[in-house]
């Protein structure tokens, strides 16, 4: 199957830092990326849709101008954590899809300690 | 906002059981599939499920379909010690042109051995 990776796999910043999670797609083009957040023990949450070349569509309750994304390439999608704080302390996972009715891939998560 | 709700939400099980996981969604779907996950690590696809199908196997597995209860089944036969995870159906909310994977809260499976 087609590989998504990660990086960094884990960090760690210190509050009011921000810190950016590369998504790559390395085997296929993806139009569309998919950003989720876990926190422990819960399920994975969606954050945000990005289609290449486009803004991101932000899910209900998910600040924008906190996490940034830019999916500037067929193969490349970023969030960046603005002005971290302990509370985002998080797992990020995200997604790629090549296209309408393809399948999704999933990279393998980063996690986020804020400091 | 989620889309599936699973349940139980946690299973302890002797080895070499079968366990049983259940999940609800609320929109119509395309299809449905089971993620498996480890603590800590990320997401192992199990299988998919189209929305015209009813059942589907492979290994171990099975899963079932019943969209006329908007319901889904992920049976593990045999269960082994590797089994312990957490387990996730998601389903693809076919809102405007996104189609996007939303998942259920997850069944936390533990085999005892």
């Known amino acids: 199957g087609a590989v998504v990776s990660q990086h960094p796999s884990r960090v760690i910043c210190k509050s009011g830092t921000s810190v950016k999670i590369e998504c790559r797609s390395l085997d296929f083009q993806a139009t569309t990326m998919f950003w989720y957040r876990q926190f422990p023990k819960q399920s994975l949450m969606l954050m945000a849709t990005s289609n290449e070349g486009s803004k991101a569509t932000y899910e209900q309750g998910v600040e924008k101008d906190k996490f940034l994304i830019n999916h500037a390439s067929l193969t490349l999608s970023t969030l960046t954590v603005t002005s971290a704080h302990p509370e985002d302390s998080s797992f990020y996972i995200c997604s790629a899809r090549q296209g309408m009715g393809y399948e999704q891939y999933f990279g393998p998560g980063t996690r986020l300690t804020v400091t | 906002s989620q889309q599936g709700e699973e349940d139980p939400q946690a299973l302890s099980i002797q080895e070499g059981e079968n366990a049983t996981m259940n999940c609800s969604y609320k929109?119509?779907?395309?299809?449905l599939q089971w993620y498996r996950q480890n603590s800590g690590r990320g997401l192992v696809h199990l299988i998919l499920?189209?929305?015209?199908?009813r059942e589907k196997h492979s290994g171990r597995l099975r899963v079932t379909l019943d969209t006329s209860k908007k319901s889904s089944s992920l049976l593990i036969t045999a269960s082994r010690a590797a089994d312990t995870a957490s387990y996730f159906c998601a389903t693809d909310a076919n809102r405007n042109r996104d189609d996007k994977i939303i998942f259920g809260k997850g069944t936390r499976l533990h085999i005892l051995p």
């Open positions: 499920i189209r929305s015209n199908e």
């Open positions: 929109t119509s779907i395309n299809n």
